[in-house]
């Protein structure tokens, strides 16, 4: 099998997991040199995204730093494949865990890769803090925007996340009987509607953020990114209420960062998991940015990077 020539800059690569290959984007830092090691960073985005969204925006800012940075699609996400008899746009916690341990399996395999390190944003932070904790190849961990306590957010409306509950299990009953997937919309953000249409609908506290990235008009929504669509398979609700890396925090050992905004309205994810953490971990609060901002704002993108950069080359 012929030798991938690896250059600076983005390579497209692909690894196993599931029996399938997936599709990542390993970001190399400028003067790459093979015969050398680097510190490298297994990322994970937010839901519902693919690697040309945060990856593409984290990637090359981690590289800029010095790391090398692997960015990919998961199972049935984006350019990688969904299994045999399965459908595309299913993105399941459990199997988000499977896919990272297999993406650090592959960093482990490249000779000028040194330590392994896991940054997750939004739901990306409860994959790696979900990974992390029985993953020790993956040596610290950091998160941004990160919704790794899910008690005091998605169960804090019981009969909210009762009727989620209930919509996904008809989907997968659905499913399972006629064969075809069920598409929904998880914000109830569709790939057509304007940003005042969405905003009007009032069923999302963060309509004009979400819908600035993820929109029909959004800096990384369809039109932007080709492999992104807002609609998912209907029955994502029975694992999206499911936080792992919430219930085992105390077991986590990794040193750990945890970034977020004091305003957020997702800011009860991170300060109800940081109260669970037993391990050396750091926390940093800004006042000035949402909970989107990091996904995109140069200011808060460079803050948090600049922050990651620095926890991670101690």
């Known amino acids: 099998?012929?030798?991938?020539?690896?250059?600076?800059?983005r390579n497209k690569v692909t690894f196993k997991s599931f029996g399938v290959d997936l599709v990542g984007d390993l970001y190399l830092p400028e003067g790459f040199d093979e015969t050398k090691t680097y510190k490298a960073i297994v990322g994970a985005s937010p839901f519902p995204q693919v690697k040309d969204q945060i990856p593409a925006t984290y990637g090359p800012e981690m590289a800029a730093r010095g790391f090398i940075y692997l960015g990919f699609d998961y199972l049935g996400m984006g350019e990688s494949p969904?299994?045999?008899?399965?459908?595309?746009q299913s993105r399941?916690?459990?199997?988000?865990?499977?896919?990272?341990?297999?993406?650090?399996?592959?960093?482990?395999?490249?000779?000028?890769?040194?330590?392994?390190?896991?940054l997750g944003v939004c739901q990306g932070g409860s994959i790696i803090a979900s990974a992390a904790v029985t993953d020790h190849r993956i040596k610290k961990i950091a998160m941004v925007s990160g919704m790794m306590a899910a008690d005091g957010f998605q169960w804090a409306d019981r009969d909210m996340a009762n009727q989620q509950i209930a919509a996904a299990?008809?989907?997968?009953?659905?499913?399972?009987?006629?064969?075809?997937p069920d598409y929904v919309t998880p914000f109830g953000l569709n790939d057509e509607q304007s940003r005042q249409?969405?905003?009007?609908?009032?069923?999302?506290?963060?309509?004009?953020?979400?819908?600035d990235y993820y929109g029909r008009d959004g800096v990384k929504g369809p039109k932007a990114v080709s492999t992104y669509t807002n609609m998912h398979v209907g029955d994502q609700g029975m694992q999206s209420l499911i936080s792992i890396g919430e219930a085992y925090a105390d077991k986590i050992v990794q040193p750990s960062l945890v970034i977020y905004s004091k305003s957020a309205f997702t800011a009860i994810c991170s300060t109800q998991f940081v109260e669970k953490l037993t391990n050396e971990h750091e926390e940093l609060a800004f006042d000035e940015f949402s909970h989107v901002d990091f996904y995109?704002?140069?200011?808060?993108?460079?803050?948090?990077?600049?922050?990651?950069?620095?926890?991670?080359?101690?």
């Open 197 to 211: 249409e969405f905003i009007d609908l009032g069923v999302n506290p963060m309509a004009g953020e979400t819908y």
């Open 92 to 118: 399941y916690m459990f199997r988000l865990i499977e896919n990272t341990w297999d993406a650090v399996s592959y960093l482990g395999t490249l000779s000028f890769v040194d330590e392994i390190y896991g």
């Open 296 to 314: 995109y704002k140069p200011d808060a993108v460079k803050a948090s990077t600049d922050a990651v950069a620095e926890f991670f080359s101690k």
């Open 169 to 180: 299990n008809a989907s997968m009953q659905k499913m399972y009987e006629t064969g075809e």
């Open 1 to 9: 099998m012929a030798t991938q020539t690896l250059t600076a800059g």
């Open 82 to 88: 969904a299994l045999p008899g399965e459908f595309k």
